[in-house]
């Protein structure tokens, strides 16, 4: 079955700076990449997602890219502020006629220090 | 209504006792999803429903576990017998489309169960 590995585990950057957060997939079929970000006690929120027909897409402080051959993707978030503080996943999607159900990545844990 | 919403939001379980855990999907969507996680780690797949069908139920753990979606909308987890390694937090997620990936999966807030 799919699995989805994230890296790193933990992340601590400067106001202001970025931050990447990068994960690997296993199954050549997965099509489609969202980010969900988890603040403590919280619903997983989407963040930002990428479809296997596209390479990059940019939303504002938050980009994500995507790299088939390689089968791995990327988040990137410039200009950190304090309150992009949170755990954020990464997951993959390729099970057509499931409704899409999503494997996840173990999270990272970015902590934004003001 | 205005979100996938849950309940309990909070159950503390003897071992051995059975509980369920309640979903109210986003009104119309069709697919909804549970999953398990627990302190630390990323949401992991239970079973998946489309509409009142059970189209999916490979991530459930053990046979204590069963879901059901009778009427197509509401959905129960009910967990058996639970024990120990049953505390998590349990969320439940739907989607608007009938079938493919790619569309956008909303969660709820979940259901944080210990089991003591």
């Known amino acids: 079955g799919e699995n989805v590995e994230q890296h790193p585990s933990t992340l601590s950057v400067q106001e202001g700076d970025s931050a990447v957060i990068k994960c690997t997939y296993s199954?050549?079929?997965?099509?489609?990449f969202p980010w969900y970000k988890q603040e403590l006690g919280k619903r997983p929120q989407l963040i930002i997602d990428i479809r296997s027909n596209v390479g990059e897409k940019k939303d504002q402080r938050i980009a994500v890219t995507l790299n088939k051959t390689a089968k791995h993707f990327s988040l990137h978030i410039t200009e950190t502020q304090p309150e992009d503080s949170a755990v954020y996943f990464c997951?993959?999607?390729?099970?057509?006629?499931?409704?899409?159900?999503?494997?996840f990545g173990q999270g990272t844990e970015l902590s934004v220090k003001p | 209504g205005a979100g996938v919403s849950q309940s309990p939001r909070y159950k503390v379980a003897k071992r051995g006792q059975d509980v369920a855990l309640r979903c109210d999907p986003i009104s119309g969507h069709v697919s909804l999803f549970w999953y398990q996680q627990a302190l630390g780690q990323g949401p992991e797949f239970l079973t998946y429903f489309q509409n009142e069908a059970q189209l999916d139920k490979s991530g459930l753990p053990s046979d204590r576990f069963f879901a059901e979606r009778p009427e197509g909308s509401v959905s129960t987890l009910k967990i058996q017998r639970t024990q120990q390694e049953d505390s998590a937090v349990y969320l439940c997620a739907s989607s608007l489309a009938l079938s493919g990936s790619g569309n956008t999966i909303y969660f709820g807030e979940g259901s944080w169960l210990t089991v003591v």
């Open positions: 997951a993959a999607s390729s099970n057509y006629n499931q409704g899409g159900k999503l494997i």
């Open positions: 199954d050549s079929a997965s099509n489609y």
